[in-house]
């Protein structure tokens, strides 16, 4: 049985919805993010960086989002959240994966919290008005793309999406938030018509808007 431990509508949403929808058995830890469980001695030891989340899958432990998600779907091959190891669809996967993770999350980072990223606190708003500006851009070109199909992959459905969904929940409360966007909203509302999306959200007990 996996272990996934969380925080409601963290990054632990991402492979939370790829075990809802592989059906793997698995079993939700929380911790507690308002309490500080995240650096307490004991979860150190499972991620010394104080980041959720981490998936347990018998001896191994593994932390970091986007690599839980791909060892997810190399073990469960049958799901077809990702295609084959050496095709294009492969490749194109492993592209948006990335620029989600090094560019998209990396500012929505900065977005949410601008004061970890200046050591001048008249700054902090300058800070965030640039890293809005950033991911605006950044959701205007996944936008532009999504024209091309549903998905990221176009007509096929990978793990990719459910990536995009988390990111465009960080983004929800934008004066521009991605939904708005025309492609990327329709986008959204399909991925969300996944039952595994829905059973991600009740077990995780999150309330509308989602994203």
């Given at each position: 049985?996996?272990?996934?431990?969380?925080?409601?509508?963290?990054?632990?949403?991402?492979?939370?919805?790829?075990?809802?929808?592989i059906g793997a058995e698995h079993r939700l830890i929380r911790v507690d993010r308002d309490k500080g469980e995240h650096k307490s001695p004991e979860y150190?030891?499972?991620?010394?960086?104080?980041?959720?989340?981490?998936?347990?899958?018998?001896?191994?432990?593994?932390?970091?989002?986007?690599?839980?998600?791909?060892?997810?779907?190399?073990?469960?091959?049958?799901?077809?959240?990702?295609?084959?190891?050496?095709?294009?669809?492969?490749?194109?996967?492993?592209?948006?994966?990335?620029?989600?993770?090094n560019t998209v999350q990396s500012d929505v980072l900065v977005y949410n919290y601008p004061d970890r990223y200046t050591t001048d606190p008249g700054g902090v708003e300058a800070v965030k008005a640039a890293s809005?500006?950033?991911?605006?851009?950044?959701?205007?070109?996944?936008?532009?793309?999504?024209?091309?199909?549903?998905?990221?992959?176009?007509?096929?459905f990978?793990?990719?999406?459910y990536y995009l969904l988390l990111m465009a929940r960080w983004g929800r409360n934008m004066a521009n938030p991605p939904r708005t966007l025309p492609n990327l909203g329709r986008s959204l509302d399909r991925i969300a018509e996944r039952p595994a999306v829905a059973r991600a959200f009740a077990a995780e007990g999150m309330e509308k808007p989602y994203y």
């Amino acid at each position: 049985m996996y272990e996934l431990y969380y925080y409601p509508g963290m990054a632990n949403l991402a492979p939370h919805m790829m075990l809802e929808d592989i059906g793997a058995e698995h079993r939700l830890i929380r911790v507690d993010r308002d309490k500080g469980e995240h650096k307490s001695p004991e979860y150190l030891k499972l991620n010394p960086k104080g980041l959720i989340p981490v998936l347990v899958d018998g001896d191994l432990v593994l932390y970091e989002t986007a690599a839980i998600c791909l060892h997810l779907a190399d073990r469960h091959p049958q799901a077809n959240l990702a295609p084959a190891l050496g095709t294009h669809g492969r490749a194109h996967m492993y592209k948006w994966l990335m620029h989600m993770t090094n560019t998209v999350q990396s500012d929505v980072l900065v977005y949410n919290y601008p004061d970890r990223y200046t050591t001048d606190p008249g700054g902090v708003e300058a800070v965030k008005a640039a890293s809005a500006a950033r991911l605006e851009n950044a959701y205007q070109q996944i936008d532009a793309h999504l024209a091309e199909g549903p998905y990221l992959l176009g007509d096929t459905f990978s793990l990719a999406d459910y990536y995009l969904l988390l990111m465009a929940r960080w983004g929800r409360n934008m004066a521009n938030p991605p939904r708005t966007l025309p492609n990327l909203g329709r986008s959204l509302d399909r991925i969300a018509e996944r039952p595994a999306v829905a059973r991600a959200f009740a077990a995780e007990g999150m309330e509308k808007p989602y994203y």
